[in-house]
C-alpha cells in the first residue's frame, strides 16, 4: 500500500472526512486529495500530524510497518515498556509473551 491509501484507510477506519482532516491539518481537502492519491508528498512534520490526528504510527504511513495501534492507551503502555531498563522490560514482555499464548492456545481449542 502506499503512503496515500494508507492516509485514505487509516481516515476512513476513523470515519473521518478529507473535510475533517484537512481542518485538523489546517489544511485543504484538495490537498489531503494530493496525499492521498499520491500526487505530492507532506512534508515529515505534516505526516508526522497526520498520523497524530489519525491515531496511527507515522511507520504505518510510510510503510514499515502493515500494523497501526489505534487504542491511544495501549500505545502509551508500548511506550511506557520502552522507557525501561532491560532487564524490568524483557520481565514485562516474558510475561506478556506468556500470557499471549496461553490465550491463544485457550482460543485455539474453544
Known amino acids: 500500500m502506499s503512503f496515500g491509501s494508507r492516509i485514505v484507510q487509516a481516515r476512513k477506519d476513523k470515519k473521518m472526512s ?20 499520491d500526487e505530492v508528498k507532506p512534508s515529515i512534520e505534516v505526516a508526522a500530524k497526520i498520523a497524530e490526528v489519525l491515531e496511527v504510527s507515522l511507520d ?29 522490560k524483557d520481565h514485562i514482555l516474558f510475561t506478556i509473551d506468556a500470557m499471549l499464548r496461553d490465550a491463544k492456545t485457550r482460543q485455539a481449542y474453544s
Open 18 to 37: 478529507q473535510e475533517a482532516l484537512a481542518k485538523a491539518l489546517k489544511a485543504t481537502p484538495t490537498t489531503v486529495g494530493r496525499y492521498e492519491r
Open 60 to 88: 504505518y504511513l510510510i510503510g514499515s510497518s502493515d500494523n497501526y495501534i489505534k487504542d491511544k492507551t495501549m500505545l502509551k503502555r508500548i511506550n511506557d515498556i520502552l522507557t525501561l531498563n532491560e532487564k524490568d
